[in-house]
């Protein structure tokens, strides 16, 4: 539930920790402070810029210390509380960019200007995705998953809204029950079906997974409405409910999978014009001994070790590490031997097995080293650009 304070009271969220750590270095031992806490500030009274002195101001996102005993409200379920701006005692300097961190750069991309580099126009044809997820996978089954699928809806609603761009009457909440195979599952999502920033937050219950999937997008759209999508997955991740799902340091956290999948329409050039072939296209790169085979290339981009290629197919697996963390890789080539000789599909998978909070995480570092770096500026680009006969493009399928 968004709360809009009035007068001079503040929405904050709570921060429990073991120890408070006051402005200046002093460490606040809780026993011997248990009516002070920590909290950030999520909303501010119109009347909280000035209080007493002209020079004390709220703002949404700084850390407080204040007086617990002021509590006027209080959401268990959402972990917030309102409290008068008077029961504040201190601002904690450090702890708005720990906050920062969580919410904002949980997913965070630098400017799309510094994000697509100078050689954009060289790698722009191999970069949309038939489908990027974001999945975070239980261990367990869900017993009550109600309550988190309605902070959900709010929180998607919240972030959304925040983008002057997209119209809310296109985003929808809807329980769904299905049955396949004898198994019984029961669906919660928000949905978008905005032109811009479509996309989907659902929670399902046999797959025991929450997970974010956009269809249909290029790397700019990708880019642009992501991070947003990812804010409000991260407020759900980090909401006491879903806590309490997840377990002590989120101990029930199977691990966080990420995908991209990709449609690839081969085409000749030059003197070729024709349609590829698959088994044409798998021959002269996906077969391994032949004295012009790029293939020990293109996997040396990726890291793996060349062997165990096939003529139709591939699946490699594969650990890299990335910006400092270890991650499971899976690379799957599918090249179908129906009528459509020209397409291929190649799916991209990421998983994180760490153990430990996933709300300290950061995965934009991530997306951008290994998707724009490794495969669009290099797997993609050294796959067929050394081969003067096949262009490749990816497709919005």
Not at 46 to 67: D, K
Not at 131 to 156: C, G
Request: glycine fraction near 6%.
């Amino acid at each position: 539930m968004s709360l809009q304070p009035l007068n001079s009271h503040l929405v904050i969220r709570p921060i429990a920790e073991d120890e408070t750590r006051s402005p200046s270095g002093l460490i606040v031992a809780p026993q011997n402070t248990r009516n002070v806490r920590k909290a950030e500030i999520l909303s501010v009274g119109r009347s909280n810029q000035q209080i007493n002195h002209p020079s004390t101001t709220f703002s949404v996102g700084e850390i407080i210390l204040y007086y617990a005993d002021a509590e006027r409200y209080s959401d268990t379920l959402e972990g917030t509380a309102i409290i008068p701006a008077e029961a504040v005692l201190a601002f904690v300097p450090d702890g708005a960019d720990h906050v920062a961190r969580g919410s904002s750069d949980f997913f965070s991309l630098p400017p799309w200007e510094e994000f697509k580099l100078n050689d954009h126009e060289r790698w722009r044809d191999y970069t949309n995705a038939s489908l990027f997820s974001f999945k975070v996978k239980f261990l367990h089954p869900f017993i009550d998953i109600s309550d988190i699928a309605t902070l959900m809806y709010e929180y998607v609603v919240e972030e959304l809204r925040s983008t002057a761009d997209i119209d809310l009457d296109n985003v929808h909440f809807r329980v769904e029950h299905v049955e396949e195979e004898g198994r019984k599952d029961t669906i919660y999502a928000v949905t978008s079906s905005d032109d811009k920033w479509d996309g989907a937050i659902s929670l399902s219950t046999a797959l025991n997974a929450l997970q974010f999937t956009k269809r249909g997008a290029t790397l700019q759209n990708l880019h642009e409405t992501v991070p947003g999508w990812m804010r409000a997955f991260f407020r759900v991740i980090n909401s006491p409910a879903f806590q309490r799902i997840a377990g002590p340091g989120y101990s029930r956290i199977q691990n966080v999978v990420i995908g991209m999948d990709q449609e690839v329409l081969l085409q000749g050039r030059g003197i070729r014009k024709e349609p590829v072939i698959n088994s044409d296209l798998m021959e002269q790169f996906l077969l391994l001994g032949s004295t012009n085979d790029p293939t020990p290339a293109t996997l040396a981009a990726l890291g793996i070790p060349v062997g165990g290629v096939r003529r139709v197919d591939i699946k490699l697996g594969y650990e890299r590490p990335i910006d400092g963390h270890d991650y499971i890789i899976f690379m799957d080539v599918k090249a179908p031997s129906n009528d459509e000789h020209s397409h291929i599909r190649i799916e991209w998978q990421i998983q994180d097995h760490r153990p430990g909070d996933l709300s300290k995480r950061e995965y934009g570092s991530m997306f951008v080293t290994f998707f724009r770096d490794i495969v669009f500026r290099s797997f993609y680009t050294r796959w067929f650009q050394e081969n003067a006969d096949i262009a490749c493009v990816t497709e919005l399928k």
